[in-house]
Each structure stands twice: as structure tokens, then as C-alpha cells.
């Protein structure tokens, strides 16, 4: 797997907020409920991403989570980097231990051959071109569900 659970429901997350109109907030628990990830996980995610700046958050009963940056400048490579070590590029896909120095691994060769092209994807794609592709679009006019 390239990303931990953590970076990969922060990325869920992210995408899922990208895909609602810009005007509405959303419960932590509507997010885990439609990206069917654990609640309590979840809370530990938005509050780092809330930390860094990535999401916002208001209390009380017209409150919730919405992006607080815009989502084509959000790129994988920085959400990637909040929760794993970049070392994660180099460990050996197999498990065999760092990758490169073990000669048992048959894909050493090729993962070294292609972790810069795997490097650069991260820093190219945002969480709005995964937004522009994800089955959660809405209609901008749609708010049936939002907190705003």
C-alpha cells in the first residue's frame, strides 16, 4: 500500500469535502458514514488536517468541516507527508526490509526504477482532479445534506 490508513482517509476525506458545494459544512460523522471510515479514526485525521490548515471547523448546530484551502493547490505529496515519512518510497514493497539492499526482493529493480515517477505523480495530482473523478460529485445547487 503507498499511503497508511491515515493518509489514505485524509485523502478520502479531502476529496469527499472537495465534491460537496463550497458553502456547506459537514459533520465528522458524515464524512466517516459516506467514505465508511471509522468515526473515532477519522477525528484524529480532520484534527491534523484542521492543524495544518487544510480543513476548517465550527462547532455547534450549523457547524462542521469544510476545506479551508482550495483543493487544486492541495497536492498528495503534502497530505502524504503529514502522516508517513517520505522513507516510505524506499521501503521495500515486499517487506523484505530497505529496499536496495536486500537481493532477495525481485521487484527492488523495478521499484527503484520507478519511485521518481511514482514521486513526481504525488507532487503532480490534487485533490481536485481526484474530486473531478469520484463518484461523490454533486450538483452545485445540491444542498440537501450540507450544514450551512
Not at 477525528?43 to 455547534?60: D, H, W
Request: proline share 4%.
Amino acid at each position: 500500500m503507498l499511503f497508511s490508513h491515515s493518509a489514505a482517509y485524509a485523502i478520502r476525506a479531502l476529496v469527499w469535502l472537495a465534491c460537496q458545494p463550497k458553502e456547506t459544512r459537514w459533520l465528522a460523522t458524515d464524512v466517516a458514514r459516506e467514505e465508511r471510515i471509522p468515526q473515532p479514526y477519522l477525528s484524529k485525521v480532520l484534527g491534523t488536517l484542521k492543524a495544518e490548515g487544510f480543513v476548517n471547523s465550527i462547532r455547534g448546530p450549523r457547524g462542521g468541516y469544510a476545506l479551508a484551502e482550495d483543493p487544486s493547490r492541495i497536492t498528495l505529496r503534502r497530505i502524504a507527508s503529514l502522516f508517513d515519512s517520505e522513507d516510505r518510497l524506499n521501503e521495500c514493497v515486499l517487506a523484505y526490509g530497505d529496499c536496495g539492499s536486500c537481493n532477495s526482493c525481485p521487484m527492488s529493480a523495478l521499484w527503484h526504477d520507478h519511485s521518481e515517477a511514482i514521486s513526481s505523480f504525488l507532487d503532480f495530482i490534487t485533490i481536485e482532479a481526484l474530486a473531478m473523478r469520484s463518484k461523490h460529485r454533486t450538483d452545485a445547487g445540491d444542498d440537501t445534506h450540507g450544514h450551512a
